[in-house]
Structure formats: C-alpha cells, structure tokens
C-alpha cells in the first residue's frame, strides 16, 4: 500500500488535542539540515512495517484511538496515500496529515476529495530562503501552491516552522514574520530544531 518507514501505536503530539496512530512515510525529496527522522528520507528503503501491521492494530483499537496521522518523510511522495487514508477512514478513524507540500497535485486531489481532516502544514522559509532550507533548487514554488490549497480548503490546519539557527537566522525569521503577516497568517507555531 504505502511504504512505511516507522510508526508510533500511540501518540498525543502529532495532532493537537487528539490521541492517534502515527504513521511515518518512507522517503522524502528535500534535504533539510535539521531533518528530524534522516533515515526516512530514501524512497527506495525497504518497508519496515507492513500495511497490514498498522490497519490490524486500528482494527483492535477503534474506540480507544481518534485518528491516524501520516507523517514523514514526506507522506504526499506515496503514490497510494489516498487509498490508505480511504482505508483508515473505513476503520471510523478521523485522518492528519504532515507535509511540506511537496507534491501540490496530489495534495490538491486529497484535499479535493475530502480524505485529511487535519494538515500540520511545514511552512520551512520566506520563499526566498526555501532552497536553502531544503538543499533543493525550486522547492519555494510547489511548497507555495500547496500552502495557497490548504488555505483555499476548509481543512483544520497548523502552520508551523521549524528554526534551525544555522539554517534562519535572526533576519530570515523576520523576513518570515513579515511574509507571513502579508499573507495574513498570524496563527504559526515555531518550533526550535533538536540539534544535537
């Protein structure tokens, strides 16, 4: 189905406000120097959980658990993340996603078909500091398509970026601020890199 690098059976920080399975997604096309989960980031890793791990656990915990988020890696690089969300949406489980909006069609299509209810959305620079952020040329623009679907949905949704002092200094966050403020995003949690 998907292939998953990870996964955590019981969670309380992954969606605000709700217990839930997190699911890790093998694979990610960005480079960030502050990567949280680097041994996530080879699409071409072997599945170290079965699909069929994760929906047999739901299985048993319906009642117990309110939802399943996908996280990464980067969740929108699998070619059958619709099905798997269609799926745990069957189990009775609300969906979350973690992204940085990596991919804008394929986020747009689950968007437009209504499978996430919840999108922790990686808001990583200004635009002008995206690329090196994510060691990626171009990466500014598909992050930004995504950003302007999530906000056009009416999808509940936290925008949050992660400094990395070594990455945003001082005035990329005040760059950032005052992007953010433009586009009329007051709401944006900040959170500090694990370094070390």
């Given at each position: 189905m998907i292939n998953i690098g990870g996964w955590s059976r019981l969670s309380t920080c992954d969606w605000p406000g709700r217990l839930v399975a997190t699911v890790f997604?093998?694979?990610?096309?960005?480079?960030?120097?502050?990567?949280?989960?680097?041994e996530l980031l080879d699409p071409r890793a072997e599945p170290a959980v079965p699909w069929e791990s994760v929906t047999t656990h739901l299985a048993r915990r319906q009642g117990l658990l309110d939802a399943v988020v996908f996280s990464g890696g980067e969740p929108l690089l699998q070619p059958r993340l619709a099905e798997a969300m269609r799926e745990v949406r069957t189990l009775g489980y609300a969906v979350g996603l973690h992204t940085a909006g990596s991919y804008p069609r394929r986020f747009g299509q689950i968007l437009d078909q209504g499978l996430v209810d919840w999108v922790g959305f990686d808001i990583k620079a200004s635009p002008s500091g995206y690329d090196d952020v994510t060691g990626v040329p171009n990466s500014a623009g598909p992050a930004l398509r995504s950003l302007r679907l999530l906000l056009d949905s009416d999808v509940a949704h936290q925008l949050r970026?992660?400094?990395?002092?070594?990455?945003?200094?001082d005035g990329d966050v005040t760059e950032l601020k005052i992007w953010l403020t433009r586009q009329g995003l007051p709401d944006h949690v900040w959170q500090r890199a694990r370094v070390g």
């Open positions: 997604c093998q694979g990610c096309p960005w480079r960030c120097g502050y990567c949280h989960n680097p970026t992660t400094v990395d002092p070594a990455l945003l200094n």
